[in-house]
């Protein structure tokens, strides 16, 4: 069946008719806007990443439903970056006539499913025909006290500096997806990342970290937009960079390829944070009681360079080596 | 100048040196998230508009300073729809390379003018690159107490309907543009639509609305959602519906073509309300005082059928003639 069959009023129907009433949802799905109730004191958060058919997704190498996930999933890790409590969304799509109402009910099927994870819930949006590809629109709406909030700016020479889970997996998922290769947790990683939420609430319920970013466009790039916000430098060391066994054996464990996808390759949707090092202990009590991965890949330092550093104490040329994606 | 020779940095970057930090705003562009402090005790409205090249603007047709100012226009439009006051809004746009740098900004220009005139400022977005045309995809946040807020859904059998302005002329202007013409207040209205916020505020203000919309598919199916959510139907008379001097003189009083575009065109973007019999003084009086043109076409009525009467009481037969968009 054809989206041009049902409507744009046939699609709204079928979406709405799978979506709870969310908490604080006062005027939900179907009049001129959604109405809801913010938290008393909370700031609200709000986030928009689109997603665009040929760009960021090609339909030959993802199924609708880990799409659908997907799409919510990457808007999430922007409010989990924050701190922050992720509660609403609103989901705009421009769907070329040639898409199904089979692909469209898997892609809400994937997305609702995440949502109803987070107890985060659709409160509007618009659908609409497009003349080019699927491109999909979302912006989320979180809450997060002021005090808890954690922004890019608060790093301060001496700080630790954190990533949760392991990097470059999704890029070397991405590649192996190019090369017709599926299956295995690297294109697992790269189709399905799980947005680390709850581990950015825990974080800033413990008022941990100094500053926080997700890692969408590789760990130099992102770290290097926190020092700039924060006035600092940094240096990272290697082989603290938390790698995991799948890509250690299809990269091995050292080449100028792999410090590429594990520090420029992007789209790992990790946290990176800093912090005071007194705070280093609970740090990983935190994630010990959370099951989640952290690691310490290095120190903030004063100035403004970006250093990455040997096991032996010296350092690569960043610049020549081509990932630095962050100047 | 081209999108690529800047860069998505270095785009983010000059839309941002241009945008004020408004009122309410704690972090604004440049964090994972913005964050915003709402009012005391106010609901929050958002909604999302989607705009696509080809399908809803055509660059041949449309300068970019306008398309702009229109693209946060009709999303305006469903917050005062509402009743609500405009405050935040996140734009997120897929880029063709063929666009040029000239051209954003005077997107740019447009539309962060029209904010200006709202005192709604820009928090946040994503642009990237398209693999199809322009896509903009823009989300307002408002917010209003919850007893001024007006859905669609309190139209009551009696309640007088109401429309702002007048009809057609968007319709109208969408038809000379296809037929190469331009210039005059209806390729005006089509183009450049102003939204009633004021207005919508004030009759939230005075608590006179049962139910309003924004006419964004024509009155016929406008009305037909409020109906629909009111479980009501209605008699409108076609010889009180507002028609601009232009409109009349380009079109003729009478023809099913006046009807169609004044009924079922769409993109008036007026607002459509209706009130008890007793608040009518009170609404002329308030629309004087803005003035803004307000009509009375017809009555809610019990039942569910929606009627559309002659001058001499005669009916119209609203599907045989082809504007039943709203069935």
Redesign the interface.
Known sequence: MNVRDIGEFGLIARFTSRVAKGAGV??GI?????????A?GA????????L?????FDLDTCDPVTLGRKSLSVNLS??A??G?EPR?F?????IPPSVSVEFLDDFMYGMLGRAEQFEVSL????T??????L?I?I????E?F?EK?I???GARPGDIICVTGTLGDSALGLEMLKAGERGGPATQKHLDPFPRVREGMALADARIPSA???ISDGLLADLGHILE?SASGARVEWDKIPLSPFFLEKCGPFSDHTMSLALAGGEDYELLFTAPPSRKNEIFQLFASLDTPVAVVGEVTAGSKLSLLAADGGEYDIVKRGFNHFS
């Open positions: 006062e005027v179907g009049d001129d806007a959604a109405a809801t109730k913010p008393e700031l609200l958060l709000s986030t928009s990443d689109m665009v058919e040929g760009i960021h922007d409010i970056a924050m922050g609403h609103l989901l705009s799509m421009a409160i509007g949006g618009d609409c025909a497009s003349s080019g590809g491109v629109s912006t989320v709406i979180g997060q002021p909030i922004r890019r700016s926080m970013i997700d916000c």
